[in-house]
């Protein structure tokens, strides 16, 4: 699926993204990149699907969240079939917990 979406822009963006060194630069550039709306939505998605991935049930996941069903629905199909994109962050994410 990756390779659909790859574009010079996509790149530039991937680029970009990693050359940040911290959280505080984090929030620079996405205020500056993104709505408050988009932000939202983003990591919105990403709690349900660390979520998810833990085996909560759709229910808690919509009180914790607020996230519709079909947004559960969308993110689950991405965990179920996607690139596991999701399943690496959580995993070095649990990497780097370990580590501090």
């Known amino acids: 699926m990756a390779r659909r979406l790859q574009d010079d822009n996509l790149d ?11 959280t505080d630069e984090c929030y620079d550039f996405f205020e500056d990149l993104c709505t408050v709306q988009e932000l939202k939505a983003i990591s919105q998605r990403l709690v349900v699907a660390k979520m998810l991935s833990e085996k909560s049930v759709y229910t808690d996941i919509v009180d914790k969240t607020g996230a519709s069903t079909a947004t559960i629905s969308r ?5 179920q ?11 070095r994410l649990r990497e780097k917990e370990d580590n501090e």
């Open 75 to 79: 993110v689950n199909r991405s965990l």
């Open 81 to 91: 079939y996607g690139c596991d994109g999701y399943d690496r962050v959580f995993e």
């Open 12 to 22: 530039f963006l991937f680029k970009a993204v990693l050359s940040l060194e911290n």
